[in-house]
């Protein structure tokens, strides 16, 4: 998508769209968000809907930092107490490794 093309009205409801969803468990999402409308809302001239933009943008890469810190938290501590756990460790698994804990 070519956002050069698009009028700013339609740029911020398309960047909140891409911020609320991202509340629906979809941190690629915010990614999404942050990495295309960075540019349109801090290198660009100012315009009326820069302010509002900016806010989604940010919000949005707070978001992706608060997800990436909690699933890098619970793969860590996954990894390193599964065998642990024993059968919910188990459980828990898609599939389960060979071999001795």
């Known amino acids: 998508m070519n956002l050069e093309r698009l009028p700013n009205e339609e740029k911020l409801g398309l960047c909140r769209k891409y911020y609320l969803c991202g509340f629906a468990c979809l941190p690629f999402l915010w990614l999404v968000n942050v990495v295309w409308f ?29 997800w990436f810190t909690v699933l890098t938290t619970w793969i860590t501590i996954f990894q390193h107490f599964r065998a642990q756990w024993g059968a919910v460790g188990d459980y828990l698994s898609f599939t389960i490794p060979l071999g001795t804990p």
């Open 38 to 66: 960075f540019r349109e809302a801090f290198r660009k001239p100012a315009y009326t809907e820069q302010t509002q933009m900016k806010t989604y943008v940010k919000r949005s890469a707070l978001g992706l930092l608060f």
